[in-house]
């Protein structure tokens, strides 16, 4: 059964800074991985996709890796902004499987 | 933007009344997905239908669920008799090709569902 963890849980920094949020998947079998951006109870905006084929993708200031075989993703945020606050989901897609499997999320908060 | 519509945005039920979750999921995707957040914990996945069938379900997805795609443009969620734990926001998905290969999923904005 996947299992998606993401850690840090939260993370506050001040603005400007670069950060990285990792995300570790338990099967390797994944067909995509998804990173999400939730903002208080509102919906979820797809950031970026990547097939399991790929090893990056970046748009704007976020890039984010893949490492299949170690089970990891990481996303990287370039010179934060106070918008950049909101929490941040990965979920993985297995092969086989339709529905994406979510990680708990990092909570981001990036002061002015 | 191509957008998926979700309505209402909150909605507040009795215990073991039926409720309809509504959503308009983007015009040329072909695979529709439920999925849902009860506060503090993790999305989960509720169930994906395709070709007006359900392709995939969790264990979550029981004989109180249903989803139904009455015309060509709407999907629903039907939870026939609510109980409190059901309480939850409610996100509607959809994407195009059900591998979300050039578009990934897009997300509604979520119906939040309280049941008192």
Known sequence: ?????????????PEGENLVLNCSFTDSAIYNLQWFRQDPGKGLT???LIQSSQREQTSGRLNASLDKSSGRSTLYIAASQPGDSATYLCAVMNTGFQKLVFGTGTRLLVSP | EPEVTQTPSHQVTQMGQEVILRCVPISNHLYFYWYRQILG??????????NNEISEKSEIFDDQFSVERPDGS?????IRSTKLEDSAM??????????GSNYGYTFGSGT???VV
């Open chain 2, 41 to 50: 914990q993790k999305v989960e996945f509720l169930v994906s239908f395709y």
């Open chain 2, 112 to 114: 939040r569902l309280t």
């Open chain 2, 74 to 78: 709407n999907f629903t969620l039907k």
């Open chain 1, 46 to 48: 797809s950031l970026l």
């Open chain 1, 1 to 13: 059964k996947q299992e998606v963890t993401q850690i840090p849980a939260a993370l506050s920094v």
């Open chain 2, 90 to 99: 409610y996100f509607c998905a959809s994407s195009g090709t059900g591998r």
